[in-house]
């Protein structure tokens, strides 16, 4: 029982690590395409956290900053904070003109989507020539998923059935609405619906337009934390996370 809960410790480290650094690295990169005057799209953009880390990062302000997230309880956080934030579905067209976001990021959301690929285009037609996309995702072909897969089991960065934080709070599944044609009626608001491989999402970038495309990985499991950054050069397409960044 010990050496299952150091087993668990050790793990539970290394994920966090991971995903402090991805996003030590995004935010880096949002800060540098921030150009004065240029205005910037957060999607899934909860209660707006990544705005005060940009604020502190690059001095962006309340005015070029707009957020998008489904769901309506975050909104009146970010209203309290006076952020314009929106409520909406990344799953359809996004409600923006062509060429108005010198950056469009999204950080833990791709997977969440039915219709990602939809999403990329999208953030395409409303990014200017020059603007940046920044994303975070994880990474389907990570060596733990294909060891999973190889003993029989579900990858555990998705498609999964249930989130496992709820399966261990014991709390009820919970489900929104969706209009996408040909997708699940009701889907699990934790569940990973599309989770691209570091390979196909670097050419699918590529495909739509997206030029510059630069791409890190965070999270080579099992090996500590001193020899990560060894083997996530080395090996970029079997890490747990993703960091794309690319122009339009």
């Known amino acids: 029982m010990l050496l299952t809960s150091k087993v668990r410790e050790y793990f539970a480290g290394l994920y966090k690590n991971t995903m402090t650094r991805a996003y030590q690295e995004a935010n880096h990169r949002i800060?540098?395409?921030?150009?004065?005057?240029?205005?910037c799209l957060d999607c899934g953009a909860a209660g707006g956290s990544q705005f005060k880390i940009l604020h502190k990062m690059a001095g962006l302000?309340?005015?070029k900053y707009i957020g998008i997230e489904l769901r309506p309880g975050y909104l009146s956080d970010a209203k309290n904070q006076r952020l314009h934030l929106i409520q909406g579905d990344l799953n359809h067209p996004l409600p923006f003109a062509d060429q108005t976001f010198q950056c469009v990021f999204g950080f833990s959301v791709l997977e969440h989507l039915v219709n990602g690929c939809r999403f990329l285009q999208e953030s395409h037609r409303v990014l200017k020539?020059?603007?940046r996309l920044v994303l975070i995702t994880p990474n389907l072909?990570?060596?733990?998923?294909?060891?999973?897969?190889?003993?029989?089991?579900?990858?555990?960065?998705?498609?999964?059935?249930?989130?496992?934080?709820?399966i261990y709070k014991n709390?009820?599944?919970?489900?929104?609405?969706?209009?996408?044609?040909?997708?699940?009626e009701d889907l699990n608001l934790d569940?990973?619906?599309?989770?691209?491989?570091?390979?196909?999402?670097?050419?699918y970038l590529h495909s739509?337009?997206?030029?510059?495309?630069?791409?890190?990985?965070?999270?080579?499991?099992?090996?500590?934390?001193?020899?990560?950054p060894i083997f996530e050069r080395l090996d970029p397409w079997h890490c747990h996370q993703m960091v794309f960044d690319c122009h339009r």
């Open 31 to 39: 800060a540098r395409s921030l150009i004065p005057g240029g205005r």
């Open 141 to 166: 072909s990570a060596w733990f998923n294909v060891f999973l897969l190889a003993i029989g089991k579900m990858p555990s960065s998705g498609p999964h059935p249930d989130s496992m934080e709820l």
């Open 171 to 184: 709390t009820p599944v919970q489900f929104r609405k969706t209009n996408t044609p040909q997708a699940e």
């Open 191 to 203: 569940r990973h619906l599309v989770v691209f491989t570091y390979r196909v999402l670097q050419d």
């Open 208 to 228: 739509l337009g997206f030029k510059h495309i630069r791409g890190r990985a965070y999270g080579y499991y099992p090996f500590p934390k001193s020899l990560q």
């Open 129 to 131: 020539p020059g603007g």
């Open 61 to 63: 302000t309340a005015e």
